[in-house]
């Protein structure tokens, strides 16, 4: 398989987990499949793409970063590196809202955030945690 069909077919099967972090916050399945089954799944492709991967570089200087992530198969690993975290720290947001008793229509920004751009949304979500005052449970 290419890397091109590999990064569409990786891109595709994450979209479930974040749908069922959205839409499924309290579904019992959903902390186990988005933030176990969906991370560990993705954790093994990148071990498989770092295992097959041949660049030429390294992780001493940001040179040796980009000769290394000029390799396909690495630079899809180091996609599939932020589709796994992302995930898990999605996950982690709404279990931690449910805990803190963050209404989930404030944690739904969070998500596509982090979805979209990992760090930023995860920020967002503390702010959000940081000001918002628990809900009744």
Known sequence: ??????????NAAVIPAWLLL?????WSGTPRLAGGV??????????????????????LSLAGIRRLFEA?????????HYLAFDVFI?????????RRGVPHGLVIPCLLL??????AGLLLY?????FT?????
Do not use: C, K
Request: hydrophobic residues 55%; charged residues 15%; proline residues 7%.
């Open 126 to 130: 503390f702010g959000v945690r940081r």
């Open 72 to 80: 396909p198969l690495f630079l899809l690993a180091g996609w599939v």
């Open 22 to 26: 959205i839409a499924a916050p309290r």
């Open 133 to 137: 005052r628990p809900r009744s449970l």
């Open 114 to 119: 982090t979805l979209m751009f990992g760090p």
């Open 1 to 10: 398989m290419s890397a091109d069909v590999l990064f569409i077919a990786v």
């Open 38 to 59: 969906m991370p560990a799944l993705l954790a093994l492709v990148y071990i498989l793409l770092i295992v097959t991967g041949h660049g030429h570089g390294d992780f």
């Open 90 to 98: 999605g996950t982690w947001e709404v279990q931690d809202a449910q």
